[in-house]
Nanobody, 124 residues
Framework: QVQLVESGGGLVQAGGSLRLSCAAS????????MGWFRQASGKEREFVAT????????YYSDSVKGRFTVARDNAKNTVYLQMNSLNPECTAVYYC?????????????????WGQGTQVTVSS
């Protein structure tokens, strides 16, 4: 059982930055691929970024590439999402997820554990 708790969301102006954190309560954190997804009001959940177990490999959606950075600290059982140059289209609930699969890592089905989400609101 993996429990994930996100933090760091809030209200920010367009052009600003936020760093989200996701703490995992599991002793085998380094055995899970970690992902970030987001869901805007009235829309489907969409992939944002993922990071491999070691942290060496990352992959981003085209909409955030170059602005967001995913990182992890396996010693702290924590994954991060640094978000820069935010715009109102980034407004959403952001979820972190943990999974054991290395296939289709941009799909929610690749992840078996999810946090409760943290709200990010970007004002124009």
């Amino acid at each position: 059982q993996v429990q994930l708790v996100e933090s760091g969301g809030g209200l920010v102006q367009a052009g600003g930055s936020l760093r989200l954190s996701c703490a995992a309560s599991v002793s085998t954190f380094s055995s899970y691929r970690m992902g970030w997804f987001r869901q805007a009001s009235g829309k489907e959940r969409e992939f944002v970024a993922t990071i491999s177990r070691s942290g060496i490999s990352t992959y981003y959606s085209d909409s955030v590439k170059g602005r967001f950075t995913v990182a992890r600290d396996n010693a702290k059982n924590t994954v991060y999402l640094q978000m820069n140059s935010l715009n109102p289209e980034c407004t959403a609930v952001y979820y972190c997820a943990a999974g054991s699969s290395d296939g289709f890592v941009d799909r929610a089905s690749a992840y078996g554990y999810w946090g409760q989400g943290t709200q990010v609101t970007v004002s124009s």
